[in-house]
């Protein structure tokens, strides 16, 4: 069978960048080793999010682009999205102060051209001691703005649900062993429950997340491998112990953590720390949960934590290797293709789920060279996405 695309990864990127080929008219097959959304995008944040904090490092393309990402997805899959209302406690001797936060959210506004779920409020001192006994000490001001929730796991489903209706193939477990490329096109080795198969694709995509070194690893002849750093970001899942949501300066080292309130539960989160070794074994350490706890226990002190029923999950992010700390490295996405003019593999590394269509769309544009003509048969600004029952 001759695909013109042969996806490797069902994580929020692998169904993007099926989803926009399928609807592009291409014909695709989906290769997932476990199941959809098994990596990485079952654990962020659970966020579809401009990136506030991205305006620190003038990232203003990335928080524009994710901004009109929000409000299309928002319109799109509104059983999978939701707007929710965060708060920003701003104390005395934190690192950004209430003037600083005021212009960040301003030019978020603006950045989302006045869109009216960017706007953001200052709350009156009167309503501070409504926020779930927040710590009202040295407390300089509260700010109100609006950020888009999701089911992660549900959203990369729904999208690649959506690719299979506009014709991909999926192949779940399918677990990528090689593949040969030349200047014709590439053959690839995957395992599925029947065993070993074949299948030739004009272009190979790797959206494989922290298994993309791997990946690369199983292409004939050597491809360049990517300098990049698996970074683990953990949360933790705690009772429901907040009704609001908030954004959070930690006090042990200034990082922005959400607490968040989750599927009736309380979601803290995140971490960073180097990950080394198999992806599969990123877990949340002892320190990272403490980290976490300390965050929590700083902003509501009153709050009484059962460590019977903490439980946790780590994600690794994709990111360009550097000696700046994770925290302040780019999110955008990375690609790497192994021939500008006439492409036949290409590697998407790291961004973000909020913008997975905006990349689809950058990846396809990258490897048009080695594709054929055909005809649009959908538009992924407008088509619909609902939850699926995966089975
Ligand atoms: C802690 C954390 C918090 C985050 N929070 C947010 C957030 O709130 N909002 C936001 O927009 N973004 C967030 N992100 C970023 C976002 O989650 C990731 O960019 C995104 O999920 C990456 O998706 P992916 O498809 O590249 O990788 P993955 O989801 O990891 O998917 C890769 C898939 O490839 C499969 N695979 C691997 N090897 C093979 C093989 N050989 N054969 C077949 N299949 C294979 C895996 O099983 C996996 O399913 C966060 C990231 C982290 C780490």
Known sequence: MKYDLVVIGAGIQGAGVAQAAAAAGYTVLVLEQSSPAA???????????GGLRYLESCQFGL?????????????????LVKLQSLHIPVYKN?????????????????LSGFDSNAMFRS???????NLDDLKQDDLEAVFRYSEAQTDDAALTRAVLHSAMELGADCEIP??????????????VEFESEYGFKTVSCRVLVNCAGPWVSDVISGIEPDMYLPK??????SHLILPPLLRNYFYLEAPQDK??????????KLMIGTTEKMHYGAPEKAQCSIEERDYLLGVLQYYFPQLSIDMNHVDSFAGLRVLPRSDKSAFSRTREVLFEVDNEARPRFISVMGGKL?????????ALAKVKASLPTKERIADTSQIPLSPVDWH
């Not at 709350?123 to 001691?129: D, E, F, T, V």
């Not at 399918?174 to 053959?187: D, P, R, T, Y």
């Not at 959400?258 to 009736?264: K, N």
């Open 174 to 187: 399918g677990h990528f062993v090689k593949a040969h490329i030349n200047s014709q096109s590439c053959l």
């Open 255 to 264: 990082r922005a953590v959400f607490a968040l309130p989750w599927q009736g």
């Open 63 to 79: 928080v524009r682009e994710s901004l009109r990402e929000r409000a299309i997805l928002l319109r799109l899959a509104p059983d």
């Open 39 to 49: 990596g990485t995008s079952s654990k962020s944040s659970k966020l579809i999010h």
């Open 94 to 110: 934190a690192k950004r102060s209430p003037c600083t936060i005021r212009a960040g959210l301003s030019l978020y506004s603006l």
């Open 354 to 362: 909020t913008t997975y269509r905006a990349t689809a769309l950058m």
């Open 228 to 233: 990049v750093d698996l970074v683990q970001g």
């Open 123 to 129: 709350l009156p001192k009167s309503q501070w001691g």
